[in-house]
């Protein structure tokens, strides 16, 4: 069978994104930019089979590895076998597929297969919320987000200014990325250096990407800044990156609802990402009140043995 895979390219993006947004999918992985932002780490290559489907290949410690195939929900079936195909026939390796969307789990009934094992997991579960509680702060729930906001506006009145970002401010995003990643110190996991340069790859190509991205400048310099993609059939905004300053109180409350008011104003979902099982994260996206999860799912084939 002839699969032709190819590590992401930025020009690839216009082949790319037909494919996403096709069937019902409310991970962060249901929009371009993931991919493309930690296609380092995960050593990301796709393939286009039939002009139909978006297939992945993966790699992790060295164990291979795919995504659920972009496509539309009633062709998932025929390139979910496909991929299974490939990986005992070509590679002659057991199917394994990471970060499995719950609606594709559910529409290809792999819970109930006895070929496969499924397994939630839960540290890489996206947040999900409400958008207008978002861009709103309201209710009891809320308070003391709005406090932090009603905070930041009163002591930095007339000091702030919050603006969409674009290519030509790559310089003053990157200086701040540098004392950002100062401030974590050098045993900061590996994977905050991929991220990093992610985020260098966007601005280095914001002007292919489709992305929306906005900062907070304060006294002159860049003090937070946000990127975000959109996946129209959810009506879901995704924030992928949200930096700023933790010395200044309220700074990210204010940049989280004014992006979702200027760039997102009339999204029903905000995809605010997992945590990654780390405790401040959890602590940090369970306080702004989610009200729901996009749980993803390791699927792994059991009883496949290469023949000789």
Same mark, same amino acid.
């Given at each position: 069978?002839?699969?032709?895979?190819?590590?992401?390219?930025?020009?690839?993006?216009?082949?790319?994104?037909?494919?996403?947004?096709?069937?019902?999918?409310?991970?962060?992985?249901?929009?371009?930019?993931?991919?493309?932002?930690?296609?380092?780490?995960?050593?990301?290559?796709?393939?286009?089979?039939?002009?139909?489907?978006?297939?992945?290949?993966?790699?992790?410690?060295?164990?291979?590895?795919?995504?659920?195939?972009?496509?539309?929900?009633?062709?998932?079936?025929?390139?979910?076998?496909?991929?299974?195909?490939? @990986?005992?026939?070509?590679?002659?390796?057991?199917? #394994?597929? +990471? $970060?499995? %969307?719950?609606? =594709?789990?559910?529409? *290809?009934?792999?819970?109930?297969?006895?070929? @496969?094992?499924?397994?939630?997991?839960?540290?890489? #579960?996206? +947040? $999900?919320? %409400?958008?207008? =509680?978002?861009?709103? *702060?309201?209710?009891?729930?809320?308070?003391?987000?709005?406090?932090?906001?009603?905070?930041?506006? #009163?002591? +930095?009145?007339?000091?702030?200014?919050?603006?969409?970002?674009?290519?030509?401010?790559?310089?003053?995003?990157?200086?701040?990325?540098?004392?950002?990643?100062?401030?974590?110190?050098?045993?900061?996991?590996?994977?905050?250096?991929?991220?990093?340069?992610?985020?260098?790859?966007?601005?280095?190509?914001?002007?292919?990407?489709?992305?929306?991205?906005?900062?907070?400048?304060?006294?002159?310099?860049?003090?937070?800044?946000?990127?975000?993609?959109?996946?129209?059939?959810?009506?879901?905004?995704?924030?992928?990156?949200?930096?700023?300053?933790?010395?200044?109180?309220?700074?990210?409350?204010?940049?989280?609802?004014?992006?979702?008011?200027?760039?997102?104003?009339?999204?029903?979902?905000?995809?605010?990402?997992?945590?990654?099982?780390?405790?401040?994260?959890?602590?940090?996206?369970?306080?702004?009140?989610?009200?729901?999860?996009?749980?993803?799912?390791?699927?792994?084939?059991?009883?496949?043995?290469?023949?000789?």
């Amino acid at each position: 069978m002839s699969l032709d895979f190819k590590p992401i390219e930025v020009e690839d993006i216009e082949k790319m994104t037909p494919f996403f947004c096709l069937r019902p999918n409310k991970t962060c992985d249901s929009v371009f930019l993931d991919s493309f932002i930690w296609r380092e780490f995960y050593h990301v290559q796709y393939a286009i089979s039939d002009g139909k489907a978006l297939q992945w290949m993966m790699e992790e410690d060295g164990v291979k590895h795919s995504a659920m195939p972009m496509c539309k929900e009633e062709d998932l079936p025929y390139y979910f076998n496909e991929m299974k195909d490939y @990986f005992n026939q070509v590679l002659k390796v057991p199917f #394994k597929i +990471y $970060l499995a %969307d719950e609606e =594709a789990v559910e529409y *290809l009934h792999l819970r109930e297969s006895e070929e @496969f094992v499924v397994t939630e997991q839960e540290d890489l #579960k996206d +947040y $999900l919320y %409400d958008g207008d =509680a978002m861009r709103a *702060l309201s209710g009891k729930k809320l308070h003391k987000k709005k406090n932090h906001l009603n905070g930041f506006l #009163k002591e +930095y009145e007339g000091r702030y200014e919050f603006r969409r970002l674009c290519c030509s401010d790559r310089g003053d995003v990157w200086k701040f990325l540098d004392r950002w990643r100062e401030t974590k110190g050098e045993e900061a996991e590996a994977h905050l250096d991929y991220e990093v340069r992610g985020i260098h790859e966007i601005l280095k190509n914001c002007s292919y990407l489709q992305v929306k991205m906005s900062g907070v400048y304060i006294d002159g310099q860049l003090e937070a800044f946000t990127i975000g993609t959109y996946n129209p059939l959810e009506e879901m905004a995704v924030i992928h990156i949200e930096k700023a300053n933790p010395e200044i109180r309220g700074l990210y409350q204010f940049i989280n609802q004014q992006f979702l008011i200027h760039e997102f104003p009339d999204a029903k979902l905000i995809n605010r990402e997992d945590d990654l099982g780390q405790e401040g994260l959890r602590h940090a996206k369970m306080s702004y009140n989610p009200c729901g999860f996009a749980r993803k799912y390791l699927i792994e084939q059991r009883g496949f043995t290469a023949a000789e």
